[in-house]
């Protein structure tokens, strides 16, 4: 029997009983109970009002948000794809250096939209912080992802092996394979 190193044969019947290791476990169990933790805590000020909300937030997603997105994501994918040899149009990865940057920007934008647009008057009142360069933040970190995805792709691209070393690598196992 091929255990990995470290695994016992506890672990590994109960790997194959649950399909994961025992942290794996674990681990969901502790987000089952902090999100239980927070439901019981959130529950307590206005459960309708809360209630109303994630209805509310689950229909805008699902009939707004979600068809927003995916034909976004189909139109960069359109966008970007290529062309192969013969002519037929071959997927891109480069779009995935696109999707991470907007989907971190869209969500930082999503949670602090009423400062970065100031529709917040109170805040400078309840917090003595100055509600000024919210936008000014969000556009440098926006600009910092897409440069630092930008970096990236130029990096793995400048870095993939050429066809013709890889070829070679690969000729290379093969006559070791055979020896």
């Keep these: 029997m091929n255990n990995p190193p470290g695994d016992m044969a506890t672990g ?6 649950y ?27 206005d459960p309708m009002g809360v209630a109303i909300w ?39 990865p ?14 930082l934008f999503l949670v602090w939209w009423p400062l970065i647009l100031q529709k917040i008057d109170h805040y400078t009142a309840y917090t003595a912080l100055s509600a000024d ?10 600009a910092a992802l897409f440069i630092t995805s930008a970096i990236v792709l130029l990096a793995r691209t400048w870095l993939r092996p050429r066809p013709e070393r890889r070829d070679a690598r690969a000729q290379a196992r093969a006559r070791k394979a055979t020896k």
Aim: hydrophobic share 55%; charged share 15%.
């Design 133 to 142: 360069g919210f936008l000014a933040r969000w556009l440098l970190i926006t």
């Design 54 to 92: 994630f209805v509310g937030a689950a229909l805008l997603h699902d009939l707004v948000l979600l068809p927003a997105y995916s034909f976004t994501d189909r139109a960069a994918q359109f966008l970007f794809r290529g062309r192969s040899a013969a002519g037929e149009s071959v997927r891109r």
């Design 94 to 107: 480069g779009v995935n250096y696109l999707r991470v940057p907007l989907f971190v920007s869209g969500v």
């Design 12 to 17: 590994s019947a109960f790997r194959r009983r």
């Design 19 to 45: 399909g994961a290791s025992p942290l794996h476990l674990l681990l969901t169990l502790a987000c089952f109970a902090l999100a239980l933790y927070a439901g019981i805590r959130l529950l307590k000020g």
